[in-house]
């Protein structure tokens, strides 16, 4: 019975290790259980005798000596000829018991005058050694891996080893030979508890492996050496939108996009067959059509000789990662709000055009544009009106270049356009003029139409500069050029220009040093009432001393604070101030002196513009109706939607608007009516000459009596003699300021004016 449960366990072991249940060791166990259950089972095909002894004897033998084999160290046991080992000795069991059986006159006489003969007992003490070894070696390893597995092998080599050193005795008495025979039925018995635990514990793990296979993310899919798909998991069917049954016994070409060529795919069949491994992002084609990107790893799964048995395909699907991807690249790369290129890229394509115009030997050009009063129309109407218009220019620039052009957004207010392959400089210009007409028609931003200008500054490359670098500042310097020159047109770059760009930027610099140290100097000059010519207040004019040196002159570092936003914080100071000082003089010479401060466009457009002027008058405790807030006839027009309501509040306020440069600009006297202005300051080039006859002299007569009609008091500017006074007097002009009338002052100075009986 024992001997045929072993058969039986040989079997069940070879059929387990076909479907990789077990590792390949117990093949080693498996073929001698064979041979031992063979050679033991061949007895009950034998008359009962000597031959009974012979096949238990051998198949001790070569039980023990096989079992023994399994304690050579791995690197010996791994030997090729080693390896055939277990199926030699079951091949010699087969043989050696059919031949037992056939040839039984050659079987040696085991047993004789109820003792065992020494041959007999040889085999079996040899055999039984041999397990007992065994033993030792399963039981010792217990201690380091595999415990319950190597103890259950233990104990089957110790009952075997055990019934192979008692088999002398078992002819002797009754219990020991019915111990003998128990001990090799237990024998038999631990090893098919071994098998059939290991095969129970193992059926579990795959089931498990299985189930996490089909559970995870990871597509997978096995195939055989051919490629023909053999499994896949759940996430496979998922991610390709093919049924399990559609893909069993197919290929996974199928999914093949035809993005990749050939070659590609030779490439990967080459190192999987070289190295058993591929790993690479591939693009495949969906069930539905829809082609995907995957990240697949090919591994091949090789028997214990090396040949491939398998591959295993795991993929993800990484089309969420590529458009994550692709979005990072568009923040890295592209303006969001416009969708143009950003500076970075805008820089790479200049670099990479620049060396193929210098292979090629065409040049080409950048254009710088800066749009001239988009700050205003972001601070007055707001920042999504302000993104909204950016929007529009960057359409209408992108609409107008070429395909081959670079149109890109490089900051704020501030476009470039890179034009590649110019064949002549001058046809950038008339591109440069159309961007212009583009920029200049109106934007409907939400329910208003507004108008801006741009100014574009060109350098060609590779005449005007040799490096990327020398391109961009010399572009730059040529818009700032552009602006200088009255805005709203285009400048191409000169040689000359750097030295004022250099100039320009050292300026800049230092006012923005003067801010921080407040280095600026408050100056006041007097204007007087023209009915009796008495001190009526002053016009409060900003200046910058240098240390050492000459002051620099207002026309050059305004213009720069206007361009660069510091004039807020220093229109904010001089008002401060001169509200301060007024005040002051007032309260000390009991006076009713006003003060006319100049109002930047800057200042104007500042969100709640209103609120601040009426803030630093409290802060002073300066009367509204004192000031005059000094504008040109220029910002008065500039946007009328945004400059005529603050300005009314202001005189709501009390806070007179004085009307500066009156007839330089618009001149439209039509206007006047419809603003809210109270006085009205007549540019001083109307004043130079005031003659008899002529047209200045007219001019300034019209200028007064219409602003009588409207009840708007006039000021005289620029009067530097005596017959300018006499001629205004004369025509009822209310107040004059000029050089005659006293040049700008120190504090100290006007104050000993002020005191002056
Ligand atoms: N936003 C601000 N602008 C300011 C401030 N301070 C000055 N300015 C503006 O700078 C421009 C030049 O001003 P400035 O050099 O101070 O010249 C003023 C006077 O010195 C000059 N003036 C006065 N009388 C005469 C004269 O008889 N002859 C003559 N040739 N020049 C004279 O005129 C300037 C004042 O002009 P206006 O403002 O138009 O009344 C100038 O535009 C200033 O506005 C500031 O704090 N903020």
Same mark, same amino acid.
């Given at each position: 019975?024992g001997s045929f449960a072993a058969i039986l366990l040989a ?16 093949? %080693?166990?498996?073929?001698?259980l064979m041979?031992m259950g063979?050679?033991d ?52 069991? @087969? ?10 006159? %050659? ?70 030979? %019915? ?9 038999y018995?631990?090893?098919? %508890? ?75 069949? =080459? ?168 920029? =200049? ?33 010399? *572009? ?19 040689? *000359? ?202 001019? @300034? ?57």
């Open positions: 019975m079997v069940f072991i070879m059929i387990m290790r076909r479907s990789n249940l077990l590792r390949p060791t117990y093949i %080693w166990v498996a073929t001698t041979g063979l050679l089972g061949f007895h009950a095909a034998l008359e009962p005798g000597v031959a009974f002894v012979w096949l238990h004897s051998i198949a001790t033998l070569i039980g023990g000596l096989t079992f023994a084999l399994v304690v050579l160290p791995e690197r010996v046991s791994r030997n090729p000829i080693l390896q055939t080992a277990p199926y030699v000795m079951a091949t010699l069991s @087969v043989v050696l018991g059919i031949s037992s059986i056939v040839f039984t006159q %050659w079987i040696p006489n085991m047993a004789s005058s109820g003792t065992f003969t020494l041959t007999a007992e040889l085999l079996n003490i040899v055999g039984g050694a041999g397990f007992l070894i065994a033993w030792f070696h399963f039981a010792w390893r217990a201690r380091i891996d595999d415990r319950e597995e190597r103890l259950l092998l233990a104990n089957h080599c110790l009952l075997f080893g055990m019934a192979g050193i008692l088999f002398h005795f078992s002819i002797l008495w009754d219990a020991t030979w %019915w111990l003998w025979h128990v001990l090799r039925l237990f024998a018995l631990v090893i098919l %508890w071994f098998f059939l635990s290991l095969y129970n514990r193992n059926a579990k793990q795959l089931h498990l492996s299985k189930k996490v296979i089909d559970n995870t993310s990871e597509a997978i899919v096995v195939t055989d050496p051919q490629g023909k798909i053999l499994d896949i998991n759940d996430a496979y069917a998922q991610i390709t939108g093919y049924e399990r049954h559609e893909l069993i016994g197919g290929n996974p070409n199928i999914s093949k996009s035809g993005i990749h060529d050939d070659r590609f795919y030779q490439d990967m069949w =080459r190192q999987l067959l070289s190295t058993g491994h591929w790993s690479g992002e591939i693009w495949d084609r969906r069930k539905r059509g829809e082609i995907f990107p995957k990240r697949l790893t090919i591994n091949a799964i090789r028997d214990d000789r090396g040949n491939t048995t398998h591959y295993v395909g795991i993929f993800n699907d990484i089309s969420e990662k590529k458009s994550d991807e692709e979005k990072l690249k568009n923040l890295a790369f592209y303006d969001p709000l416009t969708a143009l290129p950003n500076r970075a890229l805008f820089r790479e394509h200049l670099e990479e055009i620049t060396s193929t115009a210098q292979r090629s030997r065409k040049q080409a050009a950048l254009m710088f544009i800066d749009l001239d009063g988009f700050k205003d129309v972001n601070d007055s109407l707001g920042h999504a009106a302000g993104d909204s218009l950016l929007k529009q220019v960057a359409q209408r620039l992108h609409a107008r270049a070429r395909k081959s052009d670079i149109v890109a957004r490089l900051g704020g207010d501030e476009f470039g356009v890179l034009v590649r392959d110019l064949e002549h400089p001058e046809q950038i210009g008339s591109l440069a003029e159309k961007m212009l007409e583009l920029i =200049r028609s109106p934007v409907t931003v939400g329910e208003q139409e507004v108008r801006i200008a741009a100014s574009i500054g060109i350098a060609v490359y590779p005449d005007d500069a040799q490096t990327v670098d020398d391109l961009y500042k010399n *572009a730059d310097i040529a818009m700032y050029q552009a602006k200088n020159s009255g805005r709203n047109n285009y400048t191409f770059f000169l040689p *000359a220009m750097n030295t004022k760009a250099v100039e320009r930027l050292s300026l800049i610099h230092d006012l923005h040093n003067a801010v921080e140290e407040n280095a600026f100097e408050l100056y006041f000059q007097p204007k007087i009432g023209l009915k009796d010519q008495r001190l009526i207040g002053s016009e409060a004019l900003m200046r910058w001393p240098k240390p050492g040196g000459k002051p620099i002159p207002t026309e050059q570092f305004i213009p720069c604070a206007e361009e660069t936003g510091l004039i807020v914080p220093m229109g904010d100071w001089v008002l401060a101030e001169a509200c301060r000082q007024t005040r002051q003089w007032n309260q000390r010479f009991g006076t009713q002196l006003r003060v006319a401060v100049n109002l930047s466009i800057r200042q104007l457009y500042k969100k709640n513009v209103v609120l601040d002027l009426l803030r630093i008058l409290e802060e002073q405790a300066f009367p509204t109706r004192l000031l005059e807030l000094e504008i040109t006839e220029s910002l008065l027009m500039d946007d009328t939607l945004v400059t005529i309501p603050i300005l009314k509040q202001l005189r709501d306020h009390g806070i007179s608007i004085a009307l500066d440069d009156f007839g330089t600009g618009y001149s439209s006297l039509n206007y006047l009516k419809r603003f809210p202005i109270d006085i009205i300051k007549i540019d001083r080039s109307f004043i130079g000459d005031l003659s008899t006859g002529s047209d200045e002299a007219a001019i @300034v007569r019209a200028i007064i009596s219409l602003a009588r009609t409207l009840n708007i008091k006039v000021v005289a500017e620029g009067v530097e003699t005596a017959a300018q006074l006499d001629f205004l007097r004369q025509h009822q002009c209310d107040e004059a300021q000029g050089y005659f009338v006293g040049r700008p002052l120190p504090a100290a100075e006007y104050e000993a004016l002020i005191a002056r009986p």
